[in-house]
Nanobody
Framework: HVQLVESGGGSVQPGGSLRLSCVAS????????MGWFRQAPGKEREGVAS???????VYADSVKGRFTISKDDAENTLYLRMNSLKPDDTAMYYC??????????????????????WGQGTQVTVS
């Protein structure tokens, strides 16, 4: 079965940087879209960034210019580089992979939760 394991979260001061990693098993990073979602206390889960099988990327407006999503297909790993972090970025960050193939990154980012494989999350705290 598919497993997604996130790492790299932690506590950082405003303006700092973190790099999140997501190692996929039972799922090739070229199989479908992958992305990062986050959920802060009392708020709905929101899409942060996604990347499709061709490497095209989509970002939420709130993180555009600060975050960079990438993947290493040889290592079957997804990354999220986060720069210029703000307190509003504080959330649990989840790695996700599309259960379907060849959908666009934008469709994946706004799709239903049931259409995705999910990791357990890694906490990012900016304070």
């Amino acid at each position: 079965h598919v497993q997604l394991v996130e790492s790299g979260g932690g506590s950082v001061q405003p303006g700092g940087s973190l790099r999140l990693s997501c190692v996929a098993s039972g799922y090739n990073t070229r199989r479908g879209c992958m992305g990062w979602f986050r959920q802060a206390p009392g708020k709905e889960r929101e899409g942060v960034a996604s990347i499709d099988v061709s490497g095209s990327t989509v970002y939420a407006d709130s993180v555009k210019g600060r975050f960079t999503i990438s993947k290493d297909d040889a290592e079957n790993t997804l990354y999220l580089r986060m720069n210029s972090l703000k307190p509003d970025d504080t959330a649990m960050y989840y790695c996700a992979a599309d259960r379907r193939s060849y959908r666009s990154a934008s469709t994946f980012l706004g799709g239903e939760t049931s259409s995705k494989h999910w990791g357990q999350g890694t906490q990012v705290t900016v304070s």
